[in-house]
């Protein structure tokens, strides 16, 4: 069962993202959203967001407020993957700039 507000969230990423092959995919514990069978993003159940990056953004992308390595199993996740905390989310221009930055990974 996903919450209302993890469900809000994914409403609002994918009206950001092109029709063409969006589904979406239950991942440990959070809903992926995948686009031509990529993840672009993961809605956490805390509302936070798990966004796929180029790596060559990570390190700036990461001083950005509210960011953070996601950890798995003890283990936290490699470059290119960036949890972003639901209160950077709220705004709609925020969430614009994350849905584009996990965009731009795939171009």
Same mark, same amino acid.
């Given at each position: 069962?996903?919450s209302?507000? $993890? %469900?809000?969230?994914? &409403?609002?990423? @994918?009206?950001?993202?092109?029709?063409?092959?969006?589904?979406?995919?239950? !991942?440990? #514990?959070?809903?992926?959203?995948?686009?031509?069978?990529e993840?672009?993003?993961?809605?956490?159940?805390?509302?936070?967001?798990? $966004? %796929?990056?180029?790596? &060559?953004?990570? @390190?700036?992308?990461?001083?950005?407020?509210?960011?953070?390595?996601?950890? !798995?199993? #003890?283990?936290?996740?490699?470059?290119?993957?960036?949890?972003?905390?639901?209160?950077?989310?709220?705004d709609?221009?925020?969430?614009?700039?994350?849905?584009?930055?996990?965009?731009?990974?795939?171009?």
């Open positions: 069962m996903i209302e507000e $993890v %469900r809000d969230l994914l &409403d609002r990423v @994918e009206r950001r993202l092109p029709d063409a092959n969006l589904q979406e995919k239950h !991942m440990f #514990g959070a809903v992926a959203v995948m686009l031509d069978g993840m672009i993003v993961a809605a956490n159940k805390d509302g936070s967001l798990l $966004v %796929r990056v180029h790596a &060559d953004e990570d @390190e700036e992308l990461m001083r950005r407020p509210g960011t953070s390595r996601l950890v !798995m199993g #003890g283990r936290s996740m490699s470059t290119g993957w960036i949890r972003v905390d639901s209160p950077e989310l709220v709609d221009e925020d969430l614009d700039f994350w849905v584009e930055r996990a965009l731009a990974r795939r171009a």
